[in-house]
């Protein structure tokens, strides 16, 4: 049985970082539930139409939803702040629609015969996200991230193409999604396009926003919690949501920035910056 | 800057609450030694919370009736029961769970997609699993999935066979429906269908998205065809919306709804006068049948009980209850018949249900189920009719009256 947890709370700890990755750059995404179902639904075909192996159709899923979500983020990307997200939910709501109304998906009454994944799959793909992530915190390419999160006119002004960093960031966050979905698809066995409605891009959201915006650990941290947590007080019966509504309510007045509202290399810098005495 | 004390603070409050709440949650899955476990997933909260609420008092009551006769070959009961919130990924999960506690088979999950989403699973981990609602047609997985529920395919066309017979004169009607609902969108296309095979003019099927709440425009349509009668298919709350707009707007035929209205902890009371001219399809009411002591003594057990151990809207609405009563006796028969005891070992019980619900072809419970090869049961639908004033469905044709043949079951 914990397995099974440690499988949906790894699925969401993918979805998370999909949301922090493209938070990364400085945008905030609502349509990550649209590519996480891009990747459910393109993988299940492959492997449930056409015959291909779950581990062929993992990554071509993921590239399709990337190219999709690189593609969107280019319109999309025009606009900013609040405009952003409704844009994104948007998307988010049309890729829902289309699915519903694509006979080929199944439409309404779904795919199914979707098998093949493993919870260590998951497991695997939370590691291996999360050490490229780890690992990018220590590179310049996470300075220039956060320069064109913090201000990108002086990110332009130093150099950095700030539309392409953002839309690579959308794409390569529309892949985890896509990936999260094929190998949550495969799980489920049948899946229908209710399962990937706005809710959930919300709560992919929700993730990053508890745990903390600016680092990978938060968002993970956001994401085990909010799907653990609830497991264990099933003891609660029909108060179970009430008093997980009263348990986010509460996070937030006490820790609005998050619960681990840090930044990884901010940080780390800090404690050099006081170890060599630079001003 | 957060510094590192404050980073292990953070930490540490959050492993300690979480670990607190682990510990609460833990003897809720405490075992006993000689009992025998039966699972249950169905929704306490949520949308479908109040569906859940009604079938668990039904199953409960079950589990009562084993446990006061003696049990399962002097084994009492367990109940496993668990709340999926009707949604298909906690469904999944909870069903492992009840694997993992030692349920000897599971009653639910309650929705078609979670039931489409379960089956699968419990036949790749050889679990029994007895479903008594859901209406979308061929969605159960033999031989550990079975549904003891009529699904839409005989249950539409038996009712329209029956509608005819009540309205003779029918000859032009409108469809509508959720067409984004897997259950409805399917039900839009039987109604559709099955007035074509009974000589019924389909002046237009109009479908609506799930979350519409403005049916105005889709009455207005509605009026215009001046059809004999209006047939839907849609979950409760559009469908309220939908037959009180069709009052406002003064139509005054004869509304027909799939059973998804019959079923439930709440329409009913909250129709109103809006359902002065509404059916549905279903097979048990509130009310006494004439001759069968079985159904009587259930209807009146039910209601009582339900009345006392919940807060649902009164009357208590009996609707496919007796099914999820049906449900646990039958798994509990099966068990009895397999010679399962509190000794026997969990993978031991699951052959012995799964070995009886192979050769099962009838179940006299509360209700006389049929089972079909595709492993949904059949039990013979008929028309009913909402009493407004009373807050519930009756019959509409005395018993001697109705339609007793089954309908072959109906493909798209």
């Given at each position: 049985?914990?397995?099974?947890?440690l499988?949906?709370?790894?699925?969401?700890?993918?979805?998370?970082w999909?949301?922090?990755?493209?938070?990364?750059?400085?945008?905030l995404s609502?349509?990550?539930?649209?590519?996480?179902?891009?990747?459910?639904?393109?993988?299940?075909?492959m492997?449930?139409?056409?015959?291909?192996?779950?581990?062929?159709?993992i990554?071509?899923?993921?590239?399709?939803?990337?190219?999709?979500?690189?593609?969107?983020?280019?319109p999309?990307?025009?606009?900013r702040?609040?405009?952003?997200?409704?844009v994104?939910?948007?998307v988010?709501?049309?890729?829902?629609?289309?699915?519903?109304?694509?006979?080929?998906?199944?439409?309404?009454?779904?795919?199914?015969?979707?098998?093949?994944?493993?919870?260590?799959?998951?497991?695997?793909?939370?590691?291996?996200?999360?050490?490229?992530?780890?690992?990018?915190?220590?590179?310049?390419?996470q300075?220039?991230l956060?320069?064109v999160r913090?201000?990108?006119?002086?990110?332009?002004?130093?150099?950095?193409?700030?539309?392409?960093?953002?839309?690579?960031?959308?794409g390569v966050?529309?892949?985890?999604?896509?990936a999260?979905?094929?190998?949550?698809?495969?799980?489920?066995?049948f899946?229908?396009?209710?399962?990937?409605?706005?809710?959930?891009?919300?709560?992919?959201?929700?993730y990053?926003?508890?745990g903390?915006?600016?680092?990978?650990?938060?968002?993970?941290?956001?994401?085990?919690?909010?799907?653990?947590v609830?497991?264990?007080?099933r003891?609660?019966?029909?108060?179970?949501?009430?008093?997980?509504?009263?348990?986010i309510?509460?996070?937030?007045?006490?820790?609005?920035?998050g619960?681990?509202a840090?930044?990884?290399?901010?940080?780390?810098?800090?404690?050099?910056?006081r170890k060599e005495?630079a001003? | 800057?957060?510094?590192?004390?404050?980073?292990?603070?953070?930490?540490s409050?959050?492993?300690?609450?979480?670990?607190?709440?682990a510990?609460?949650?833990?003897?809720?899955?405490?075992?006993?030694?000689?009992?025998?476990?039966?699972?249950?997933?169905?929704?306490?909260?949520?949308?479908?919370?109040?569906?859940g609420?009604?079938?668990?008092?039904?199953?409960?009551?079950?589990?009562?009736?084993?446990?006061?006769?003696?049990?399962?070959?002097?084994?009492?009961?367990?109940?496993?029961?668990?709340?999926?919130?009707?949604?298909?990924?906690?469904?999944?999960?909870?069903?492992r769970?009840?694997v993992?506690?030692?349920?000897?088979?599971?009653?639910?999950?309650?929705?078609?997609?979670?039931?489409?989403?379960?089956?699968?699973i419990?036949?790749?981990?050889k679990?029994?699993?007895?479903?008594?609602?859901?209406l979308?047609?061929?969605?159960?997985?033999?031989?550990?999935?079975?549904?003891?529920?009529?699904p839409?395919?005989?249950?539409?066309?038996?009712?329209?066979?029956?509608?005819?017979?009540?309205?003779p004169?029918?000859?032009?009607?409108v469809?509508?429906g959720?067409?984004?609902?897997?259950?409805?969108?399917?039900?839009?296309?039987?109604?559709?269908?099955a007035?074509?095979?009974?000589?019924?003019?389909?002046?237009?099927t109009?479908?609506?998205?799930?979350?519409?709440?403005?049916?105005?425009?889709?009455?207005?349509?509605?009026?215009?065809?001046?059809?004999?009668?209006?047939?839907?298919?849609?979950l409760?709350?559009p469908?309220?919306?939908?037959?009180?707009?069709?009052?406002?707007?003064?139509?005054?035929?004869?509304?027909?709804?799939?059973?998804?209205v019959?079923?439930g902890g709440?329409?009913i009371?909250?129709?109103?006068?809006?359902?002065?001219?509404?059916?549905?399809?279903?097979?048990?009411?509130?009310?006494?049948?004439v001759?069968?002591?079985?159904?009587?003594?259930?209807?009146?057990?039910?209601?009582?009980?339900?009345?006392e151990?919940?807060?649902?809207?009164?009357?208590?609405?009996?609707?496919?209850?007796?099914?999820?009563?049906?449900?646990?006796?039958?798994?509990?028969?099966?068990?009895?018949?397999?010679?399962?005891?509190?000794?026997?070992?969990?993978?031991?019980?699951?052959?012995?249900?799964k070995?009886?619900?192979?050769?099962?072809?009838?179940?006299?419970g509360?209700?006389?189920?049929?089972?079909?090869?595709?492993?949904?049961?059949?039990?013979?639908?008929h028309?009913?009719?909402?009493a407004?004033?009373?807050?519930?469905?009756k019959?509409?044709l005395?018993p001697?009256?109705?339609?007793?043949?089954?309908?072959?079951?109906?493909?798209?």
């Amino acid at each position: 049985m914990m397995q099974d947890y440690l499988f949906f709370a790894g699925i969401n700890i993918l979805l998370a970082w999909s949301v922090y990755i493209i938070l990364m750059s400085g945008s905030l995404s609502f349509a990550n539930g649209g590519f996480m179902a891009v990747g459910a639904y393109a993988s299940g075909l492959m492997t449930t139409r056409y015959g291909w192996d779950l581990w062929l159709a993992i990554p071509a899923s993921a590239a399709l939803a990337g190219l999709f979500g690189a593609l969107i983020s280019l319109p999309a990307l025009r606009t900013r702040g609040v405009y952003l997200i409704l844009v994104t939910i948007g998307v988010s709501f049309c890729m829902v629609v289309a699915i519903e109304s694509t006979e080929l998906l199944g439409g309404v009454q779904g795919l199914g015969g979707l098998v093949g994944t493993e919870p260590w799959h998951v497991g695997a793909l939370v590691l291996a996200v999360g050490a490229c992530l780890w690992l990018v915190s220590y590179t310049p390419l996470q300075r220039i991230l956060d320069a064109v999160r913090e201000d990108e006119h002086v990110a332009g002004a130093l150099g950095v193409n700030a539309t392409y960093v953002k839309v690579v960031t959308f794409g390569v966050g529309a892949a985890l999604a896509a990936a999260a979905g094929a190998l949550y698809g495969h799980y489920l066995i049948f899946i229908r396009p209710e399962h990937f409605n706005i809710m959930i891009s919300l709560f992919m959201v929700l993730y990053v926003i508890l745990g903390g915006v600016n680092n990978l650990w938060g968002a993970a941290l956001g994401a085990a919690l909010m799907t653990l947590v609830p497991e264990f007080i099933r003891v609660l019966a029909e108060w179970r949501p009430t008093v997980f509504g009263v348990l986010i309510v509460l996070l937030l007045l006490v820790r609005p920035e998050g619960i681990l509202a840090f930044r990884t290399v901010t940080a780390r810098a800090g404690k050099r910056i006081r170890k060599e005495g630079a001003p | 800057m957060l510094t590192r004390r404050h980073l292990l603070a953070s930490t540490s409050s959050v492993l300690a609450s979480s670990a607190a709440v682990a510990a609460l949650g833990g003897p809720a899955f405490a075992q006993s030694g000689a009992t025998i476990k039966i699972g249950a997933i169905l929704p306490s909260s949520g949308i479908l919370g109040s569906y859940g609420i009604l079938y668990r008092s039904a199953i409960q009551m079950a589990v009562e009736d084993i446990n006061a006769a003696g049990g399962i070959n002097g084994a009492k009961v367990e109940l496993l029961a668990e709340d999926d919130q009707a949604q298909p990924n906690q469904s999944v999960l909870l069903f492992r769970k009840l694997v993992n506690d030692g349920a000897a088979f599971v009653v639910g999950p309650v929705t078609g997609t979670s039931w489409e989403n379960t089956a699968p699973i419990a036949n790749a981990m050889k679990v029994p699993a007895i479903c008594w609602t859901a209406l979308k047609s061929g969605i159960s997985r033999k031989p550990y999935a079975l549904r003891i529920h009529p699904p839409n395919d005989t249950m539409i066309p038996e009712g329209m066979a029956e509608i005819k017979k009540i309205i003779p004169n029918l000859k032009r009607i409108v469809v509508v429906g959720d067409e984004r609902e897997a259950s409805t969108s399917e039900g839009i296309k039987l109604w559709a269908a099955a007035a074509k095979a009974n000589g019924i003019e389909v002046l237009e099927t109009i479908g609506f998205q799930t979350g519409t709440t403005d049916f105005s425009p889709l009455a207005i349509k509605v009026r215009g065809h001046n059809p004999d009668a209006l047939f839907f298919s849609a979950l409760g709350p559009p469908a309220l919306a939908l037959v009180k707009e069709m009052e406002t707007q003064g139509f005054d035929k004869p509304m027909v709804g799939d059973s998804t209205v019959w079923a439930g902890g709440s329409f009913i009371q909250a129709v109103g006068s809006a359902g002065k001219n509404l059916h549905t399809l279903g097979f048990s009411t509130n009310e006494t049948w004439v001759g069968n002591d079985k159904y009587n003594n259930y209807v009146q057990r039910f209601i009582k009980r339900t009345e006392e151990t919940t807060n649902l809207p009164r009357p208590i609405n009996v609707c496919n209850t007796s099914l999820a009563y049906d449900a646990v006796m039958m798994g509990a028969d099966l068990l009895r018949k397999g010679g399962v005891n509190g000794s026997t070992a969990p993978a031991a019980a699951r052959d012995a249900v799964k070995n009886g619900l192979d050769g099962l072809k009838k179940y006299d419970g509360v209700n006389a189920i049929t089972m079909r090869d595709s492993g949904d049961g059949h039990i013979q639908a008929h028309v009913l009719k909402a009493a407004p004033e009373e807050k519930i469905w009756k019959f509409v044709l005395p018993p001697d009256q109705r339609l007793n043949t089954p309908a072959t079951p109906m493909k798209l």
